[in-house]
């Protein structure tokens, strides 16, 4: 049989790593991604994002962002008249 051989994947996580900790961990996938096209390296932005979750990579922004809510307005007791 004629079977065809899918080409060998590439692993970008080194230079994924290296964009990232050269923008001092300011960078999400995109602006990765935008960075690597730029070296000429084609990666999509999901296999970026697969590879930032498996090495634990979250940008500071990402972390700046999430605030969580403190208000606790539904637990307050109702005050009957």
Known sequence: MNRT??????????EIIKVFEEAESRYGARRIRKQLRLEGIVVSRRKIRQIMIKNALVSLYTVKQYKPDKSSSNQEKVEMN
């Open 5 to 14: 051989v899918k080409p060998k994947q590439y692993e970008f996580d080194d």
